[in-house]
């Protein structure tokens, strides 16, 4: 054979000679197997190369170690775990040594065949889980105390960088495309924003007390106080073995329900060692379809029977909105060589509110607990210091924690992605155009906008329409916590250009504290009466009240107030408010005028009133805006009652009588069956007084559904001075729809309401108002009934109500419809 042979033979074997070598020598791969969706190393998954069938599993942080000899060129490492979709990787990927992460998508569950027996394995030890769950739920203690550390990341997925590069507005922020991660993750994703939280918190079971104090928080660009509260530990606890788990305002049936059973599978998959500690692994799997239920694993010890960990995502088609993927992932670890308790809490979301495929969120928030104290003497003091059953306290100096201080004292060291975040912002936060983007987003989707320390807006009372004025124009102005942390200025300005009349408002607030909440405040008020009673309902002088407006004679009339106010809440749970107001009307259309109502002292229509106001809701969460308190709900129902005194011959009043109201307001969770949401009010007036001071049932006249009113009753149909009532909805959830596959696939909401109210009218009252042009009625003491049903969650955000009115005493001369559809819009998960 030639050179030139020699050369061809060894340029075509040579590789191959190598390889073989390659694939003889001892090999070392290192490993993390993980869930692909929450990034949660998986415990006790298998690594078993397919031929050779060398395999190892991994330890509980999801590592595996595995070493061979004399590796087959066409072997493959195949990865699997329970519940997860298998992975396959070629051999030939692997030199002497290696690193890999492999992410292991979830799979669908398959439609098991469930064979009946007279003694279900899985089930019993179910059982055994459930006898232990007094012993092993947290809330067996009298008392406990924890140190907590909260961390909430927010990352930016599906980015076009591309796309988005080319947009002209986005190009002077293209310099953030550099902080993409494409290397820690299966697919590249943006660090958006983090916040962390430390504190001590502790807990006393009987009688009911928590207290949370936030000693370290790094919120970036949020110092809402209110806001900061509710990132720490008090309100961010799942506690899995409760009957329910929320899921944003959803609640789910929880696999250790009491009536578990009757929506879950069990089965018993196999056993490991950890710590010299026998586990066992139980598979949790939904009964039925559509039911808002988890699907899952945990582990738990065969002796406590104590859950080590488990992993719970809601079930393929669970009626929740907007999630492409969610996961909660809890880990126990055993204090005092006998108690388990939590360690570590994890709840990652992928939020997808325009498609799986298109721009979407990914929020994960991970809380770990330290120095865990159970029925300890020093919990019980230092718990006691509060005076209201949940506190939660802001250290002094909280928000001015060091670099140096977290890396000392955070739980866990920040991963690479999340150190970037910090460098994100502190850019943005410098970036003139992102500021100026930024800004415009918020006013438009708040309505208003921050001018240095004045604040201006809402846009949507800038303009609006109605027949007695016209085209109407409008401007706020009002102060922010900028220009005081305790005093809050605002007026607004109103012109009509059919009256041509000018209207306006000034108010003053002094907030006295906020912890708890008091204040003062003085308002004079000269306008139309817009007939809004609650600050999220639609007023006259709304732009889209215009649009939603039925075809219905408006009713007018012009008021001027004068009022102060004082309230003050106290640490338990009960509110005092005591005002004095003048208030002074003016019929304008459709209305009886003043003229019919003479008065020897007085303007007819004047009235100066003193009021005492009392409330009640325990433990009540609330969030504050520029002044603005917002109640996000109590456990508890929520009890108000109001008792008011008119004073005749002060300051041009012309009437004497009193008024009693009363209100209870709460919502129940009847899990599985959705929640449902009631109020019971009613009132009393003693005495003779004008229709503008009776109690004017609440009437809704736009065909965009309020739920405070009676859709199907106009303003000023009907007026009592004795009245009672209720109103109830109960959102069932899926309901009826999850048993059709089109309209489970939809995730369509089913509800029902009722709304009802028995007034009379006393005959002195009948005599003083029923006069001129009158539009209204009295019940006479029969009950108007309106009952409703409808579809929610339509393409997620719409619903649709149909209302009937099928119990109508007395109506009005006006048109009365007994039957109308209703649109509304709701954002809900």
Request: with cysteine; aromatic share 14%.
């Amino acid at each position: 054979m030639d050179k030139k042979g020699i050369r061809i033979i060894l340029a075509v074997f040579l590789p191959f000679l190598f390889l073989m070598a390659a694939f003889a020598q001892k090999k070392v791969i290192v490993g993390y197997i993980k869930d692909k969706q929450s990034d949660e190393p998986l415990p006790f998954a298998s690594a078993k190369f397919k031929l050779s069938g060398k395999g190892v599993l991994t330890d509980s942080a999801g590592k595996f170690v595995l070493e061979v000899e004399n590796l087959h060129k066409n072997d493959s490492l195949q990865i699997s775990s329970v519940g997860y979709k298998p992975l396959t990787i070629w051999a030939g990927v692997f030199a002497d040594s290696a690193q890999l992460t492999c992410k292991l998508e979830v799979m669908p569950p398959a439609n098991e065949v469930i064979i009946k027996t007279k003694y279900n394995r899985s089930l019993a030890f179910w059982k055994r889980i459930m006898k232990h769950k007094p012993e092993n739920d947290k809330t067996r203690w009298d008392n406990y105390s924890y140190e907590i550390y909260n961390k909430l990341e927010v990352d930016l997925e599906n980015i076009d960088t591309k796309k988005l590069g080319k947009n002209v507005l986005l190009k002077p922020l293209n310099f953030v495309f550099d902080y993409i991660d494409s290397t820690s993750e299966t697919k590249p994703f943006l660090p958006a924003y983090i916040t962390e939280t430390l504190s001590d918190y502790y807990y006393q079971k009987n009688p009911h007390k928590a207290r949370e104090i936030i000693k370290a928080a790094r919120t970036n660009g949020i110092d809402n106080e209110s806001i900061i509260k509710q990132l720490g530990g008090m309100y961010q606890n799942i506690n899995v073995f409760n009957n329910t788990i929320p899921v944003f305002n959803l609640n789910f049936i929880s696999p250790f329900n009491t009536n578990a059973p009757s929506f879950y599978n069990f089965k018993l998959l196999d056993t490991q060692y950890l710590a010299n500690r026998r586990l066992v692994h139980l598979r949790i799997t939904p009964k039925n379809k559509g039911d808002n239920v988890f699907e899952g694993d945990c582990w738990v010890h065969d002796t406590t029977y104590a859950l080590q960990k488990i992993t719970l995502r809601p079930a393929a088609d669970a009626n929740i909105n907007f999630l492409s993927g969610l996961s909660i992932i809890q880990e126990f670890r055993m204090i005092n060589d006998s108690v388990w308790f939590i360690y570590k809490d994890k709840f990652v979301a992928d939020i997808a509110p325009i498609g799986k495929k298109r721009l979407a969120l990914k929020g994960r928030k991970t809380t770990t607990y330290k120095n865990v104290t159970v029925n300890s003497d020093t919990v019980e003091k230092l718990v006691n210091i509060s005076k209201i059953p949940d506190k939660i306290e802001l250290a002094k100096g909280y928000a001015n924690g060091s670099d140096s201080f977290w890396q000392s004292n955070r739980h866990e060291e920040l991963s690479k992605s999340e150190k970037s975040v910090y460098k994100l912002l502190d850019t943005l936060e410098r970036n003139k155009k992102y500021i100026e983007y930024r800004n415009a987003v918020q006013f438009i989707t708040g309505g208003v906008k921050d001018l240095g320390n004045i604040r201006i807006g809402p846009w949507f009372y800038w303009t609006s329409w109605n027949p007695w004025e016209g085209i109407r124009l409008r401007f706020d102005v009002a102060t922010n916590t900028g220009f005081n942390k305790h005093l809050y200025l605002h007026t607004y300005g109103a012109y009509g250009f059919t009256d041509g009349q000018f209207k306006g408002k000034l108010d003053a607030k002094y907030v006295l504290g906020r912890d708890p909440w008091g204040y003062i405040a003085a308002t004079y008020k000269n306008d139309l009466d817009n007939g809004q009673l609650y600050y999220d309902q639609l007023g006259t002088d709304n732009v889209f009240a215009t649009i939603f407006r039925k075809d219905v004679p408006y009713k007018f009339q012009r008021s001027e107030e004068k009022k102060i106010e004082y309230y003050q809440e106290t640490n338990k749970n009960f509110g005092l408010g005591v005002s004095l107001s003048s208030k002074q009307f003016e019929a304008l259309q459709n209305l009886p005028l003043q003229s019919y109502f003479p008065s020897s002292n007085g303007h007819p229509f004047s009235s100066f009133e003193g009021t005492l106001k009392f409330r009640y809701a325990y433990a009540e969460r609330a969030l504050e805006n520029n002044f603005t308190r917002i109640s996000l709900g109590s456990d508890k129902p929520i009890v108000q009652l109001q008792y008011t005194h008119a004073f005749k011959n002060i300051l041009n009043s012309s009437y004497n009588y009193d008024k009693l109201d009363f209100s209870v307001i709460d919502y129940l969770s009847l899990a599985p069956y959705g929640n449902l949401y009631y109020n019971v009010f009613g009132g009393k007036i003693y005495g003779a007084a004008p229709y503008n001071f009776l109690q004017v049932l609440p009437g809704n006249e736009l065909m965009y559904y309020n739920q405070y009113a009676f859709n199907l009753m106009n303003r000023f149909e009907f007026i009592s001075d004795a009245y009672a009532g209720f109103n109830i909805e109960h959102s069932i959830g899926s309901g009826l729809f999850k048993y059709i596959p089109l309209t489970r696939k939809l995730k369509w909401r089913q509800f029902w309401n009722v709304k009802g109210v028995v007034g009379s009218l006393s005959a002195d009252n009948e005599k003083l108002n029923f006069v001129g042009n009158y539009p209204y009625k009295s019940l006479d003491s029969k009950m108007y009934m309106e009952v409703g049903t409808g579809v929610d969650n339509i393409f997620k955000i719409f619903r649709v109500d149909l209302v009937w009115r099928v119990l109508s005493p007395n109506a009005s001369t006006q048109a009365v419809n007994h039957f109308g559809v209703f649109g509304s819009v709701r954002f809900s998960f």
